[in-house]
């Protein structure tokens, strides 16, 4: 099942700079294949349930393995079965 993420990964404990861990994150889904925009607040991810799943926990493992005690994750997930549809035709559905 082909899905859309929007994946909000918090390093805790690290102090106030997490861009570090956010692109741990960030290769992380590249390396993976997935086709992965990054946003200022998080980044979407359009690919399989299960690829996303996977490299969520990898996401999260490195974090963890580069230093950060804790993290916290939002993530909104959408799928949908009546037509393909990219984040840029949702983009464009509202842009044109």
């Known amino acids: 099942m082909k899905v859309m993420a929007d994946v909000c990964l918090i390093p ?9 861990y ?3 994150a960030y ?6 294949n ?6 200022p607040y998080g980044t979407i991810i359009e690919a ?7 490299a969520i926990k990898a996401a999260i ?3 963890h393995e580069a230093g950060a005690p804790r993290v916290s994750l ?3 997930l959408g799928s949908r079965t009546d037509k393909e549809q990219t984040t840029e ?4 559905a509202v842009l044109k």
């Open 74 to 76: 939002t993530i909104k």
């Open 48 to 54: 399989e349930y299960e690829d996303v799943s996977k």
């Open 34 to 39: 997935l086709n992965a925009t990054l946003t």
């Open 89 to 92: 035709d949702k983009l464009n």
């Open 22 to 24: 956010i692109k741990i």
């Open 61 to 63: 493992e490195a974090v």
């Open 12 to 20: 805790i404990g690290v102090g106030v700079s997490l861009s570090k």
């Open 27 to 32: 290769e992380i889904f590249k390396t993976a």
